[in-house]
């Protein structure tokens, strides 16, 4: 039985990784940080009391900014793989913490890669780097374009980004980057611009909220479905050779053409609703990302198969259902219609 260890597996991708892991077999080990308050509703459905019987997903306390408790759970638990996916992952909040952001998504990939090398040369180890390390290169941006970080957390990603080459051609180590463009569903945390205009539009409906404020409409993203991107993940760790790929759908859309692409899908004007406030400006903004995917076509054979719109009918259609409101309904049939055996959980 193969072992894998997930740092952020209480977030979107490290629940659907988690998932994803258990229907392959896998035994799952994920750290999670000690707070008062559980923090775990994103895995709850999958874990068991690691007392009974055949139990495969175990939770260990710790934080990756301590590299003693790093190096302790990657000894305890001798994985196979470590998917390293936590950080402080909100680029907004980069700009207002700065020096934890860097603390936090820089300099904990060194302490796992450190952990690795003096522990088992032999695990394989996937980095989660991010689209917004190329900025303000022009699109579509490929593993060959240049990184020009616009954000303290994009300039920490980047930091991550070389140091798992370095290690990987330094100490001949199995490292892989997955360059994600931006991956979204209904697990997505509620302060994220999608999300927030998901629930939004549910609280709206539900008489809960009568205004919606953003920031800059502008900014393109390339946006695809998170379950499918952890997927890719796996299938770096199982080649032969590791490697860096760049990760997304291929087209881009604005914020402004999610509002209104969310609103109208339940009948709404986005315009009446939504306010803009400059304390959601970036200090620096990305305006636009493409991605250039023909090396995870060739070599991964990895092909998305949700689109912009079918992705928005997804996410409106839980967040109605959370709420108690009846949804259209389109974004289940697709679901339905294209992952008839799906692994992870309807949400």
Request: net charge positive; aromatic share 12%; charged share 25%.
């Amino acid at each position: 039985m193969k072992k894998a260890l997930i740092t952020g597996i209480t977030g979107q991708d490290g629940s659907y990784l988690a998932e994803l892991l258990l229907s392959k077999g896998y035994e799952v080990h994920g750290i999670i940080r000690r707070t008062s308050t559980f923090n775990t509703s994103r895995i709850d459905h999958i874990y068991t009391d690691p007392h009974e019987s055949n139990t495969r997903l175990f939770l260990h306390y710790g934080d990756i900014s301590d590299s003693e408790q790093i190096c302790n759970i990657i000894y305890n638990t001798k994985p196979d793989e470590v998917y390293h996916l936590g950080a402080q992952s909100h680029v907004r909040v980069s700009f207002d913490i700065p020096e934890y952001s860097g603390n936090i998504t820089a300099l904990s990939t060194t302490r796992i890669l450190e952990a690795i090398r003096k522990s088992n040369n032999k695990i394989k180890f996937y980095q989660a780097s991010s689209s917004e390390m190329f900025g303000k290169t022009p699109p579509p941006q490929s593993e060959k374009a240049p990184f020009q970080p616009r954000s303290p957390y994009a300039c920490a990603k980047v930091y991550a980004y070389w140091m798992t080459v370095n290690y990987r051609e330094g100490y001949n180590m199995f490292n892989c980057n997955g360059i994600l463009f931006n991956h979204e569903s209904p697990r997505r945390g509620e302060t994220f611009v999608t999300r927030k205009i998901t629930r939004g539009i549910a609280n709206i409906l539900a008489n809960k909220q009568k205004k919606l404020f953003m920031g800059n409409l502008e900014a393109k993203r390339d946006w695809g479905f998170a379950p499918e991107y952890v997927e890719i993940m796996w299938l770096m760790l199982q080649q032969n050779i590791p490697d860096d790929y760049v990760v997304g759908t291929g087209e881009n859309h604005s914020i402004r053409e999610f509002l209104e692409e969310a609103f109208g899908y339940v009948g709404l004007k986005w315009e009446k609703y939504v306010e803009k406030d400059e304390n959601y400006f970036r200090p620096t903004e990305v305006d636009e990302l493409i991605a250039d995917t023909k090396k995870a076509k060739e070599k991964l054979k990895w092909i998305p198969q949700i689109r912009f719109k079918e992705l928005v009918r997804i996410m409106v259609d839980a967040d109605l259902h959370k709420a108690g409101i009846k949804s259209p309904g389109e974004g289940a049939k697709i679901l339905k219609d294209k992952f008839p055996q799906k692994w992870w959980k309807v949400d």
